[in-house]
């Protein structure tokens, strides 16, 4: 069978390994002349390590980054709202600079069935084949496409014409920085809540600190590279430490700026010979940091439908079944969280602030149980 995935991300690149593993040989292409070493943290739950670990990158995976065991909630001030250690689920939490994670899938997978540098144009269907074109003026033919090119997918844009993703309000910065500082609790995630804007902390390994924020603002707001870091440093001046000493010791040109994006659940993900996965199916807020974790699910239950149904198009449409309610259910909850996150004004605030505080750890700990005691390979069984 011969399958091209459209986008070499997370998502493309977990598929192509999940598929390697059962059996195919399938082929990614990808819009970047060159998978360089940046981006920031990304978190890989339980969820997304059980899978990671069945594709052979458990040890990997943890040699490069930083295991997070519980999570804090504070106010700007450093008064702390709550506190609660993550649920045993047999398989760690931990995150880890997103370009170890995507160059340890890389090398998982032959060099020549990466494809760099080839931009996708659309597609078109005839009869049982579907036929990849690019803006460089090749074709490739192939009996199944996978679009996982992302956000502003353009396998998406062309299958459901459904328009693009909607802006939530909020602005996302996110960098790494090499920093000692008390306030940093080994194993332990932090977020911290202002009026419109929140600022995350967390372990990524190798002595690294990944960290995130958030500040409610017009879509049109433009904002250079060299721009980030001052402007970060007067939006959280007076903040609890370590939060304007991480930004301080983060290069501004290595801070990343992306503005919230998500979208309403789409009636299908794919027909005939098509499907997506990753952000192209179900793009989410960073709220909950499985916008990542949901698409290694996808990968590991798309590879699994194929090499189980022999009907191509049946195998499909049942990978699209078994995930669409979860990671709908994962966009919807994250959205909330986000909106919840970033109110302002007085009363608004006091009363999360009260909610915050007011949350058992034991529901707490179930209510992330829902999320990471999910087993895709269980899932598709």
Request: hydrophobic letters at 40%.
């Amino acid at each position: 069978m011969r399958i091209v995935i459209i986008g070499g991300g997370i998502g493309g690149l977990a598929a192509a390994l999940a598929l390697r593993r059962e059996g195919f040989e399938p082929a990614v292409y990808e819009r970047a002349p060159a998978l360089l070493e940046v981006g920031a943290a990304i978190a890989v739950w339980p969820n997304a390590f059980r899978v990671l670990e069945r594709l052979g990158l458990g040890e990997t995976v943890l040699a490069r980054a930083g295991r997070i065991r519980s999570v804090r909630w504070l106010s700007r001030e450093g008064r702390p709202y709550n506190h609660f250690t993550f649920p045993e689920t047999g398989a760690p939490a931990v995150a880890l600079h997103r370009a170890d994670l995507q160059g340890a899938l890389l090398r998982s997978l032959p060099a020549e069935s990466v494809h760099l540098g080839k931009t996708f144009a659309g597609f078109d269907e005839e009869g049982k084949e579907v036929r990849a074109r690019f803006d460089d003026g090749t074709e490739v033919a192939c009996d199944v496409l996978v679009g996982a090119d992302g956000l502003h997918s353009r396998v998406r844009a062309q299958l459901l014409e459904d328009g693009g993703p909607v802006y939530r309000g909020y602005t996302v910065w996110r960098g790494v920085a090499r920093l000692e500082n008390a306030a940093l609790r080994e194993g332990t995630a932090s977020e911290i809540y202002g009026g419109g804007r929140r600022f995350g902390i967390g372990p990524v390994g190798l002595g690294r600190t990944g960290w995130w924020a958030t500040a409610n603002e017009t879509l049109t707001t433009e904002e250079a590279a060299s721009e980030h870091a001052p402007k970060l440093s007067g939006l959280f001046g007076g903040w609890c430490a370590p939060v304007c000493e991480l930004i301080e010791a983060t290069p501004s040109e290595t801070i990343l700026r992306n503005a919230a994006y998500d979208r309403p659940a789409a009636a299908r993900w794919g027909e005939g010979r098509l499907t997506m996965l990753g952000d192209a199916a179900h793009p989410m807020t960073p709220n909950f940091g499985q916008g990542g974790c949901v698409a290694v699910e996808d990968a590991a239950v798309l590879a699994r439908c194929l090499a189980r149904y022999k009907d191509t198009e049946q195998a499909l449409r049942i990978y699209e079944s078994r995930r669409r309610a979860r990671a709908e259910r994962i966009v919807r909850h994250s959205r909330l969280y986000g909106a919840f996150g970033q109110l302002e004004g007085r009363a608004a605030t006091a009363l999360r602030a009260r909610l915050l505080s007011s949350v058992p750890e034991a529901v707490g700990r179930r209510l992330l149980s829902l999320v990471f005691d999910y087993d895709a390979y269980q899932a598709e069984a």
